[in-house]
């Protein structure tokens, strides 16, 4: 499959910024059924404690020949889940994400970093609780394939990240949760075209 420079774009809310791509461009749209990034904090020093957000949307551009390539990923901030509903209510509230103020968290790219022929990380930039900081995520695997089922090429990936909570104004209880925050994202797009 033929692919080209990448230009992206969000899809929802953010799809209010003008969005292009090129008429030969080969792009794809995050699947939700397969992407759920999640985080992990420490618990009072005692355990791990993880929770994931169930609605993402977005865009994935990627030209392998030319090693480049570009994301806007959406996060919806309201679909947090950690299996207790007492605990995602108060994660949703002031103190955490303020879902109500700050609905999407996002992440923006167009510098993907090769190692030979294969993506070693992305850099971008994170939007949470409406702070915006620079964040790499670093590609644990990532692969282009045809889906068996779909027909369509689709790029899958692991990536992980490392951020301090306090950067993004989430101060509540520090010390007895961890400021740092291990980010997974597992990730799945589906070409648009075939």
Not at 164 to 175: N, P, T
Request: proline share 2%; aromatic share 8%; with cysteine.
């Amino acid at each position: 499959m033929k692919r080209t420079a990448a230009v992206v774009c969000l899809l929802g809310a953010l799809a209010a910024s003008p969005c292009a791509l090129a008429d030969d461009a080969d792009s794809y749209t995050i699947d939700s059924r397969h992407t759920f990034p999640q985080y992990e904090v420490v618990h009072m020093g005692t355990s791990v404690q993880r929770g994931r957000f169930d609605r993402t949307e977005g865009k994935l551009a990627y030209d392998s020949a030319a090693h480049k390539g570009a994301v806007e990923i959406s996060i919806d901030a309201a679909s947090v889940s950690t299996g207790l509903a007492k605990l995602d209510e108060r994660l949703r509230g002031e103190d955490w994400l303020d879902a109500a103020a700050f609905p999407k968290i996002t992440f923006k790219s167009s510098d993907f970093v090769f190692d030979g022929d294969k993506l070693a990380k992305v850099n971008g930039e994170l939007t949470l609780r409406g702070v915006t900081r620079p964040v790499t995520l670093e590609a644990d695997f990532f692969h282009c394939g045809v889906n068996a089922l779909l027909l369509h090429t689709v790029c899958g990936a692991d990536f992980t990240a490392r951020i301090k909570r306090s950067d993004f104004g989430m101060k509540s209880i520090l010390g007895l949760v961890s400021d740092d925050v291990l980010l997974r994202v597992n990730v799945e797009a589906i070409a648009d075209r075939k």
